[in-house]
């Protein structure tokens, strides 16, 4: 199985919120995740970013790989 973390959106219309999951990368972006290790919130200002580094470290130790988006929001 090949994890990735990436993002889930959540929300509703025109007020997107983001959980920060790890992920099996054949699943939909919105579907079934493994664990959910922070959040993103786009619309606040400044941005709101929290997660779990130590998980998130764990997690890129144990093979998964960030998508884009979480490797600039997260600075790795």
């Given amino acids: 199985?090949?994890?990735?973390v990436r993002l889930t959106r959540m929300?509703?219309?025109?007020k997107p919120f983001y959980r920060i999951v790890v992920t099996?990368?054949?699943?939909?972006?919105?579907?079934?995740?493994?664990?959910?290790i922070g959040y993103y919130n786009p619309l606040t200002e400044p941005e709101t970013i929290k997660f779990d580094a130590e998980r998130l470290a764990?997690?890129?130790?144990v093979g998964a790989k960030l998508s884009k988006?979480?490797?600039?929001?997260?600075?790795?």
């Fill in 24 to 36: 099996d990368s054949r699943k939909r972006r919105d579907g079934g995740w493994i664990e959910s």
């Fill in 69 to 76: 988006r979480v490797a600039r929001i997260t600075g790795e």
């Fill in 1 to 4: 199985m090949a994890t990735v």
């Fill in 58 to 61: 764990y997690w890129k130790s």
């Fill in 11 to 14: 929300g509703r219309n025109k």
